[in-house]
């Protein structure tokens, strides 16, 4: 059976990057994926290929197709550049947000005050937000003005008449 899926031919500047990919050592993905075409661009199989790099002829030709389509941006994988989906907190969450930093917790969670990640919990919890960073609601509460203290202790009287002051 005859290998149907052949490397593109390889233009100069590609060949100078993929030396630099293959000799890569934190990135092993680009690594591999570079020794991958220059072993097709060599004339080998995709399955002697597949047997030097230690992966399957089917992730061998899937890498090929990749190059052939994109080039090298089709091969190369750089997880600190993965672009995250923007979270969008509209105004209307950020209020919401704000109003239920500044109500009182006793009510809401059962403790006295709020504290950054309990409110982030509840929010959470409350499916007012999907997910939201401690910093980036810290934030937010910046952003509204609203301050919680933090506190090492609390301590609340048991006077039923301090209470109704």
Not at 9 to 22: A, F, N
Not at 77 to 87: D, E, K, N
């Amino acid at each position: 059976m005859k290998d149907t899926v052949k490397v593109r031919p390889v233009r100069p500047y590609e060949k100078r990057k993929m030396r630099r990919l293959k000799r890569q050592r934190r990135n092993t993905v680009n690594s591999r994926n570079a020794r991958i075409i220059m072993l097709a661009v060599g004339g080998r199989r995709n399955r002697v290929i597949a047997e030097m790099v230690g992966c399957s002829a089917q992730w061998v030709r899937q890498i090929i197709h990749r190059f052939n389509d994109f080039g090298i941006d089709g091969i190369t994988w750089y997880p600190w550049f993965q672009v995250r989906s923007a979270r969008v907190f509209t105004s209307d969450i950020c209020e919401q947000i704000g109003e239920i930093a500044l109500s009182s917790p006793i009510s809401l969670i059962g403790m006295t005050q709020w504290s950054v990640p309990k409110l982030r919990q509840y929010l959470i919890e409350q499916k007012i937000v999907a997910s939201i960073s401690i910093r980036w609601l810290g934030e937010i509460l910046r952003r509204y003005k609203v301050r919680l203290r933090r506190t090492k202790t609390w301590k609340e009287s048991t006077d039923p008449l301090f209470a109704q002051q």
